[in-house]
């Protein structure tokens, strides 16, 4: 037992916090959490506080933080609308299944529903975790100082164990204020430890249906890499020969300069991700929840063809067994304790594959054909030559972080990752707003690696307020803000399906109109730099970069649609009213889909 200590319940919270080795909180204080921010003061040399313009980006910052590193971080704000200003954050972390520890302040447990300033009451009293319910893995809302203890161990249980997910401390001003004798109890003795492994039955089936394999495909997504399974998964793609491919959270699961790197799969994927995996004979997926951007909204034989192909699904949450497809054999498991499972109970022996050099021959095609767009010296600049540019001049352990749009969709399809955490993206929620701040705190994670904000320009314009984080904290962030003036992914998408476009385009008196991106920069007082050909860009980054502090480089890029974004691979359904040009087309898609 510990040592009984008198302490506030924000002393309790951050006592807590430091125990669980957190090192930095980001928020903004109001005066619903002014007793946590006093206490965060006393722990100044183990916790930093870090100051964001906007409660949304707190939330963004410490996801990106986890996701660069696999540590949990607090995001703080006061009562009422900053709470509410995290939601979005919230959601994001949830879809993506990252973990992230967010701190509200709430109305005095004496004075709930009373109408105290920026209280939701009219409903319920103190009401404002039920709007987090949908994008929360679990949340509490103490009435005593004494419980927070056991609130804080819950919450890090909650959050990092099994699915990892967001969780929400709702805490009422007078709890955080009064104190208790409490005994602050050893993480080490409430952590659970250890990994689920899935049922050994199942395990020797899915080896053996691995093992008489001739076209075996492994799915990678963001389950790989949030369990640190990276090498195991290299290492059976290797006992077996198979080819892996890569959902949006997945990428970097497996260096893709790899021979067995089989690329992104998907509607923005590679051709040879969604060509071997439609073509697989089994199937073993880890860590993926085939929705329907990387499962080509499930139409047969664009990215999946299941059945013939035979699916192994190796999945921590047992809810997303079978969801979307039927399994050959279920393994309810942690990526890594699974993966290591399957790899003993193979033994050792060599690939009974057949693939011969197509895996090579798909490659080198696919590099053929991404060399339209990403090799283009014209002007202005496709976005595809600018992020090959960008990436060019960077380490290849560089991290970079998309949010939403094409920026999003052509790092995936065309960054080569080399590691995992070192690409960050919104993959399940596509948020706009996202980049900038997951960015800085993938800067505060990992201080000595070079990070990379590539964002369009509406992407940006939501959250581009973090300049000023950024240049407070001197996070040597590099923001690259590609700007087609608009929001041209949307655009593409109505032109497609409809035939016309509406509200996409930045326009003032009828005139294409782009904010001075520069001069943002230079008022925020970041480095700046300005490039709109090809041939700039290196400089413009590798000075940005050298800058060693905040930059942002603004590159004016082509929005023509037909070479706008990354390249059409895959399938997408979205309904489209009759008479529009795709209508007929998207119905006889729909007649294969398989989402039964
Ligand atoms: C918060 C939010 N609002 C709306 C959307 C819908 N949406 C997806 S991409 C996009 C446009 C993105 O524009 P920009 O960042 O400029 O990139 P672009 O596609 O123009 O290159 C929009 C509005 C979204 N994903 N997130």
Redesign the pocket.
């Given at each position: 037992m510990g040592i009984p200590q008198r302490l506030t319940g924000a002393q309790i919270i951050v006592e807590s916090l430091v125990r669980h080795g957190v090192r930095h909180a980001a928020g903004i204080p109001g005066h619903g959490c002014w007793t946590l921010t006093d206490a965060l003061l006393d722990r100044a040399d183990e916790i930093r506080t870090i100051q964001v313009m906007h409660e949304q980006s707190a939330v963004h910052l410490a996801d990106g933080f986890y996701r660069a590193s696999g540590e949990p971080m607090l995001a703080f704000t006061s009562i009422g609308p900053g709470a509410t200003n995290t939601v979005?954050g919230m959601a994001t972390a949830y879809v993506d299944s990252t973990a992230v520890a967010l701190f509200t302040g709430s109305p005095h447990t004496t004075m709930r529903g009373h109408g105290l300033l920026q209280e939701l009451e009219r409903r319920h009293v103190a009401d404002n975790p039920r709007i987090f319910e949908p994008v929360t893995k679990e949340w509490w809302q103490p009435s005593r100082v004494d419980e927070l203890p056991f609130v804080v161990h819950r919450a890090w249980n909650a959050m990092t164990t099994g699915r990892p997910g967001p969780v929400l401390l709702d805490v009422p001003m007078d709890v955080q204020a009064e104190a208790a004798e409490v005994v602050l109890p050893d993480p080490e003795t409430r952590e659970a430890r250890g990994r689920v492994r899935p049922d050994a039955d199942a395990v020797e089936r899915a080896a053996r249906l691995l093992a008489g394999a001739k076209r075996p495909v492994i799915v990678a997504g963001g389950g790989v890499i949030s369990a640190e399974a990276t090498t195991e998964l290299r290492a059976l793609a290797e006992r077996l020969g198979a080819p892996v491919v890569t959902t949006w959270n997945g990428k970097g699961a497996i260096d893709e300069t790899h021979r067995l790197a089989g690329q992104t799969i998907g509607d923005t994927g590679s051709t040879i991700g969604n060509a071997l995996a439609s073509s697989a004979d089994v199937l073993l997926s880890v860590g993926c929840r085939f929705v329907d951007w990387s499962a080509s909204s499930w139409r047969k034989g664009v990215t999946f063809a299941i059945p013939p192909t035979q699916l192994i699904q190796l999945e921590i949450d047992e809810r997303e067994i079978g969801k979307n497809y039927p399994v050959a054999v279920p393994l309810v498991g942690d990526a890594r304790a699974g993966l290591r499972d399957l790899l003993d109970a193979l033994g050792g022996g060599n690939p009974a594959t057949d693939y011969g050099d197509e895996i090579e021959r798909l490659n080198a095609a696919w590099d053929e054909q991404i060399e339209v767009k990403s090799g283009s010296d014209a002007v202005p600049m496709t976005?595809a030559r600018a992020v090959r540019d960008v990436q060019v001049v960077t380490r290849p352990d560089a991290i970079v972080v998309t949010g939403?749009?094409?920026?999003q969709g052509m790092v995936k399809q065309r960054w080569v990752t080399r590691q995992p955490r070192t690409h960050i993206t919104s993959g399940g929620f596509?948020?706009?707003?996202f980049t900038l701040p997951a960015a800085i705190g993938a800067q505060l994670a990992r201080p000595d690696a070079q990070v990379l904000a590539v964002?369009?320009?509406?992407?940006?314009l939501?959250t581009m307020q973090e300049l000023a984080a950024a240049a407070m904290l001197g996070t040597p962030v590099c923001t690259v803000v590609?700007d087609?003036s608009?929001?041209?992914?949307?655009k593409g998408g109505q032109q497609h399906h409809f035939g016309r476009t509406a509200a996409t385009d930045f326009l003032r008196d009828g005139r294409l109109y782009s904010p001075d991106f520069a001069a943002i920069g230079r008022a925020f007082g970041v480095h700046t730099e300005s490039a709109h050909e090809p041939a700039d860009v290196r400089p413009a980054v590798e000075r940005a970069l050298a800058s060693g502090g905040p930059s942002l480089v603004h590159l004016r890029v082509d929005r023509d649609l037909a070479v706008?974004g990354p390249d059409k691979t895959g399938w997408w359904d979205v309904p489209v009213p009759e008479g529009r040009p795709v209508h007929d087309e998207q119905l006889a898609g729909r007649a294969e889909e398989q989402h039964r």
């Open positions: 979005m976005m939403a749009g094409l920026p596509s948020s706009m707003g964002c369009g320009d509406g992407d940006f939501q590609l087609n608009g929001w041209i992914s949307i706008a």
